[in-house]
């Protein structure tokens, strides 16, 4: 009887939870509670105590690699040089935002634009956050330029129900199937998620035996 593999995770925000918590049931897995959700340095803070827990359990833990090194392994390096055997320990390059975007069909139908305004290359964006504003402002949905497009003298970056659509599209339309093959850092991370919950299959399968 196959036994259930519960992944624990810890990210940067709200938007990140959704996407971890997708690619989890991505990988036929369950997630489990979601820590952080306070920002890059607050999970860098609680970085050793997730991996100390991994020793005993699977963990996820992502954040964006944003204006850090130009390359994911020294940030993993420096920030975690001994993780445990159940953690995957992931970066996303330049922001989760990139994962979403490299599902290109998917995002333009959501978003109300033409394909071709989407990167073809996302990872290679130095603000894939903006790049997702500026294209919900070419939006031929009224809805989407109100929610996800900063208002006139607000000061803001993002707009007012930004996050919710991005938490809407990784629920519902997202596939990471297809992003993976755009994005490298996604890739990487949904292997690493894969290799995890078959290791606990088969720690469990021994337990039982």
């Known amino acids: 009887m196959p036994i259930d593999v519960v992944i624990t995770a810890a990210v940067e925000g709200i938007v990140d939870e959704a ?8 990988v036929g897995a369950i997630p489990g509670d ?3 959700k306070n920002g890059k340095e607050s999970i860098r803070r609680k970085i050793n105590g997730y991996n100390n827990a991994a020793r005993r359990s699977p963990w996820i833990v992502v954040v964006d690699l944003d204006r850090d090194p130009d390359c994911a392994p020294p940030l993993r390096t420096e920030w975690l040089p001994n993780p445990s055997p159940f953690l995957c320990f992931r970066i996303a390059v330049r922001e989760m935002e990139a994962w979403l975007l490299a599902d290109r069909q998917s995002i333009a139908s959501f ?5 071709k305004r989407i990167p073809v290359d996302p990872e290679s964006l130095n603000d894939p956050k903006g790049t997702m504003v500026d294209l919900a402002r070419q939006s031929r949905r009224r809805d989407i ?4 497009v900063p208002r006139p003298g607000s000061g803001r970056s993002i707009g007012p129900a930004f996050s919710s659509r991005l938490i809407e599209f990784g629920e519902t339309r997202w596939r990471p199937h297809v992003a993976a093959r755009h994005s490298d850092s996604l890739k990487r991370a949904m292997a690493c998620l894969q290799r995890l919950k078959e290791t ?7 337990f039982v035996a």
């Not at 996407?19 to 991505?26: E, F, T």
């Not at 330029?145 to 996800?148: A, H, I, K, N, Y």
């Not at 606990?200 to 021994?206: E, G, L, N």
């Open 19 to 26: 996407v971890v918590r997708r690619l989890i049931r991505h």
């Open 34 to 36: 979601v820590h952080g």
């Open 145 to 148: 330029r109100e929610d996800m």
């Open 200 to 206: 606990c299959d088969t720690a469990a399968a021994q």
């Open 111 to 115: 978003l109300g634009v033409a394909v």
